[in-house]
């Protein structure tokens, strides 16, 4: 039975290609309603519905619907699928800071480290073209929540010196930097609070010493 089942599912999904490689866009989506009864994974199913939108060019309904499987893959904890929804929804609304920002906290959650670099600079890159910086704290703040120890004084040194080096205003910079102090110092391991300090000072003597003021400043009060 569940052979059967299967088969059925790769005739239909052969044909949803079939019909967009026609351009015809009622009966994809008419196979589509057929092939929805059978799906148990509602995040799927928008998936390839907004698969058939894309594939007509219909942006708007498309991004609807990705951004809907999107949200209940995260919901399930399928992070992987959520992130691969994410990277094309960027492609199609490259601007989109909330959505950013998400994929940031995506990859954070998944320890991918090079995806998440690549994207925490795709980010910084739109807040400086947008001019607005003031989203650099909620992205710290998201460090702090989603990121285990291990991970935190890394995220934290790549946010503020790559801000740094795209133009944020110091207020921000130096704003940021106690904020991160204050978390890290909170931790039980001392080294994470260590590391932070060695990558800001191989940046910017500047930052590094006022890092290492509030850091004796707060120790004292």
């Known amino acids: 039975m ?10 239909a999904w052969f044909k949803i290609a079939e019909c967009v490689s026609r351009g015809e866009k ?15 994974d509602n995040a799927v199913a928008l998936q390839l519905q907004a698969d058939i939108y894309w594939s007509f060019n219909e942006i708007e309904q498309a991004y609807t619907l990705y951004q809907q499987a999107k949200e209940l893959y995260q919901k399930s904890d399928r992070f992987l699928e959520a992130a691969a929804i994410g990277e094309h929804l960027i492609q199609l609304k490259p601007a989109d800071i909330a959505l950013h920002r ?30 607005q910086w003031y989203e650099i704290k909620n992205i710290s703040e998201d460090c702090g929540r989603f990121a285990d120890d291990g991970q935190r004084s890394y995220i934290y040194s790549d946010l503020i010196i790559y801000a740094d080096k795209v133009g944020c205003p110091s207020d921000i910079v130096i704003s940021s930097i106690e904020q991160v102090t204050d978390d890290l110092s ?8 260590q590391t ?26």
């Open 26 to 40: 009622e009966r994809a989506l008419g196979v589509y309603r057929l092939l929805s009864h059978s799906f148990n």
């Open 186 to 193: 909170k931790m039980s391991n001392k080294k994470c609070l």
């Open 102 to 131: 998400d994929m940031v906290q995506l990859y954070i959650s998944l320890g991918m480290a090079v995806k998440m670099r690549s994207q925490l600079h795709a980010f910084i890159d739109l807040l400086a073209h947008k001019q």
């Open 196 to 221: 932070f300090m060695a990558s800001l000072q191989a940046h910017s003597d500047k930052l590094y010493n006022h890092a290492l003021a509030y850091i004796s400043h707060s120790h004292n009060k």
């Open 2 to 11: 569940k052979q059967i089942q299967a088969d059925k599912h790769t005739i």
